[in-house]
C-alpha cells in the first residue's frame, strides 16, 4: 500500500492547479477545469476507457484522486469512490461524479 505526503503547485500552459498528497488521497484542485483539461490534451468529450483504466490503477493501489473546483467536487477516482447510477450506466467503476451536475456542465461546455 502507497502512504504519500506532499503539495505541488503547477500549470499546463497557463492553467493553474494544485496537487496534495496525505495518506492514501490525492486532492486536485483546478480553478478553471476546462481550460485545465484542453491544456492537458484531453478529449472534449470523456473518454471512458481511460477514466474506466485511471480508476482502476487507483482503486488497485488503494488510492483515491479527488477533483475539485473552487471546494466543489468534480470527481472521485479510487477507493473513496461511491458510484452513483451515472458512473452505474456508463460502466464506469470506482469513479464518483461531483453533484449537482458540476463535471457534466465543464464536459459539455
Known sequence: ???????????L??????LEARGDTLRLDVDHPRAFLRAAGAPRVGNRTAVRDLARLF???GLTLRV?????????????ARPGITARLLGIPHVAL???GDLLRVLAG
Open 68 to 80: 475539485v473546483s473552487r471546494n466543489r467536487p468534480l470527481l472521485i477516482l479510487g477507493r473513496g
Open 13 to 18: 500552459d497557463g492553467a493553474e492547479a494544485h
Open 98 to 100: 461531483g453533484r449537482g
Open 1 to 11: 500500500m502507497l502512504f504519500l505526503e506532499g503539495a505541488l503547485d503547477f500549470s
Open 59 to 61: 482503486f488497485d493501489q
